[in-house]
């Protein structure tokens, strides 16, 4: 079983940075892939980024690319993302998930596992 609490979201004004934190618990979660989805009001959830569990590769989505930047420490079990020149458009409560496996990094919803609670990220234009 894995536990995830996301931290580190806010208001900020477009064109900031926040950077969001999920810490893991569960003696197996460094054999997971990570990721980072997010969800608008009246929207479907959707993927913005995802790290394989050695932290070796790493996938986005169009729309984040070159804005965010995950990442991930095994050793504090914690995976990150940074997120720069932040647009009203990227306003959502956004979600860490665990899932896939050593070989596999999933970018859909339905292949990741665990999940936190979310935290909200509003950008003002």
């Known amino acids: 079983q894995v536990q995830l609490v996301e931290s580190g979201g806010g208001l900020v004004q477009a064109g900031g940075s926040l950077r969001l934190s999920c810490a893991a618990s569960?003696?197996?979660?460094?054999?997971?892939?990570s990721g980072w989805f997010r969800q608008a009001p009246g929207k479907e959830r959707e993927f913005v980024a995802g790290?394989?569990?050695?932290?070796?590769?790493?996938y986005y989505a169009d729309s984040v690319k070159g804005r965010f930047t995950i990442s991930r420490d095994n050793a504090k079990n914690t995976v990150y993302l940074q997120m720069n020149s932040l647009k009203p458009e990227d306003t959502a409560v956004y979600y860490c998930a665990a899932g896939g496996s050593s070989y596999y990094t999933p970018t859909v919803r339905h292949d990741y596992d665990y999940w936190g609670q979310g935290t909200q990220v509003t950008v003002s234009s």
């Open positions: 569960g003696r197996t979660y460094s054999s997971y892939a």
């Open positions: 790290i394989s569990w050695s932290g070796g590769n790493t």
